[in-house]
DNA sequence: TTGTATGCGTTATCAT
DNA sequence: ATGATAACGCATACAA
């Protein structure tokens, strides 16, 4: 690899007035800067990232936290913030949490090592106070998780009134009996907070009662799904319809529901969420809320960089739309 | 961040010693280390990566690019080499190509300018002559695709006998009308050429004529499968069975015909490949092939690290097993 | 066994 | 407008 001494010799320059070519500082006459960029051309130069991060200048690296990259949600993010990042010249880093707190702060640590310049993080593992002290040493962006208070840059949909309009969906297809799926736990803290709160504000308008036993918690995968059909099934007093936290929860109930031959919508409506490429792929097709992630990650990266030119740009939460796509699953 | 002069001063030494205790070099007596390691507790020292990459160092981090990451078959991918790498202290810096040249080699360089040790590729677009240059400057690894002399160490699958299975198994179900599906064109080169050849392979030993109409190339998304099957029945004559080139081409192809009342596997058997999730979502199930993407990834990592640490070791190609799965839509 | 000095490639500081 | 030099944090050749 050339070096910028390389560059300096051949031209016939110093590295300081070739460093100054690549940094398009003024002070360079046009002549000598001509000289320079012939160098640069005939060495096939290219400044080496690794010395210019040592010097404490930006890696022009962004790194991206993930839960797992194979839950399509997340794939799907990932793809638009690589896709907007490398648009403006920045590479991705990405690492999945696994949902483990210590892999979250071993990743961090990336930070504090000017590995990266910023971190998106798609979900929050540790409680924020663990995270706080890392934004001393880069900008941290919350994109699609967050937390309540304005402490970092957030990206985020209205998940109130995600949920909120999926129940109201299903209250006037004429459901009282309405099952709630969630990916946490249904508290007042903690994940799936928001939702909760659409899905009692539903609720609570249509006057419909809430019955506890038709509340499924810590659900997320296909697998799940199915099992929360079979425990539905058992039921003497079975709900009319059920809104999942997510397309996958959602999938595994209705791919359950057909060994039972139960028919949906007719037996049981079903509402999923994110709009994933499944959603359409189901039979029937899937009745869901859309996330927008590729509004999400491009945003995200956004903001990032803007962050990152200017740190000390005021904090603010950007909110993104959420809709109701309504299919033939309800 | 602490640096290694602050341990220094602190412990009392001299930056030699302290960064011979977090190397591990032997001739530091018990005591001084002792003294170096409370120091670095104390002020709770990492090394700067970045320092340690300028000085020639490995960097520990691995390239994986990807054309597409919200291909489930990438994700995947990537999800086990992610997990594989950490568990042995790398991280993972993603791209992805879309199957764009000019993106494929802008991460190459990332290799010349020392940010990765080394880049698993899996998928090559440029000709290798083109990325043949970029051996010189760290170690590359070809994972899923591959060329077909053995230049660089390759984690592959056995394509032709993939195709061979999947267009024998239609045989034995009394098919002998098949159409084929491929993601690249249907000729005795590039992309696809080894399932072309299982392909005719098995066409041949049950001597069953290849019908040029029933060949559809460049077939990739859940899109080109709907528009496939609208091709197919636009036919005077049908084919009774399609080999399709991805579980998501097949996906296309049983949602599409369930929009025209087709019957699956009764009116046309499909055969996916991958062994995607969503080969157990749809409905009829999908009959596919299996690509173990797990072991794939996590033998890539292991070749990978195994080369970095012995750079002059043979180049070797691992072969994994490709099989069969049979499900409803066959 | 320990320490001093040097260099990795870059940019910022300070002269000129 | 240009250039010499120091510094970023680390590991190593060499000296002691």
Redesign the interface.
């Given at each position: 690899?050339a070096t910028i001494s390389d560059v300096a010799k051949l031209s016939g320059q110093s590295k300081t007035t070739v460093s100054r070519v690549i940094n398009n500082h003024p002070y360079v006459s046009e002549e000598k800067r001509e000289l320079v960029l012939k160098a640069m051309e005939e060495l096939g130069y290219?400044p080496?990232?690794?010395?210019r991060?040592?010097r404490g200048q930006l890696t022009t690296?962004i790194g991206v936290i993930v839960p797992?990259?194979?839950n399509?949600f997340f794939?799907?993010l990932?793809?638009s913030i690589?896709?907007a990042a490398?648009q403006r010249g920045y590479?991705?880093?990405?690492?999945?949490s696994?949902e483990d707190k210590e892999?979250e702060l071993a990743f961090l640590?990336?930070l504090?090592?000017?590995?990266v310049d910023g971190i998106i993080m798609t979900s929050i593992e540790n409680d924020w106070e663990i995270i706080e002290p890392y934004t001393k040493?880069g900008s941290i962006l919350l994109c699609n998780d967050y937390v309540n208070q304005e402490v970092a840059p957030m990206i985020r949909l209205d998940q109130t009134k995600g949920a909120y309009l999926g129940i109201k969906h299903l209250v006037e297809k004429g459901h009282q009996k309405i099952a709630y799926c969630t990916g946490g736990l249904f508290d007042a803290h903690g994940r799936g907070r928001d939702r909760n709160l659409g899905f009692q504000k539903a609720m609570q308008e249509a006057n419909v009662k809430i019955n506890p036993r038709w509340i499924f918690v810590d659900q997320h995968t296909?697998e799940d799904g199915k099992i929360v059909l079979k425990q539905i099934l058992e039921m003497d007093d079975r709900p009319t319809a059920i809104f999942t936290g997510s397309d996958e929860v959602a999938?595994g109930i209705i791919?359950e529901a057909?060994e039972h031959s139960l028919s949906i919508p007719q037996d049981l409506a079903v509402v999923g969420f994110d709009d994933q490429?499944?959603a359409?792929?189901?039979?029937p097709k899937l009745t869901t809320i859309r996330q927008p992630m590729d509004q999400m990650g491009e945003k995200s990266v956004k903001v990032m960089i803007e962050l990152l030119e200017n740190p000390k740009m005021p904090i603010k939460t950007y909110e993104l739309p959420i809709e109701l796509i309504v299919r033939q699953s309800t």
């Open positions: 690899m290219t080496n990232p690794t010395a991060r040592l690296t797992r990259i194979v399509p794939s799907y990932v793809n690589e896709n490398y590479q991705v880093l990405i690492a999945q696994n892999k640590n990336l504090k090592n000017k590995q040493y296909i999938a791919i057909k490429p499944i359409e792929i189901l039979d």
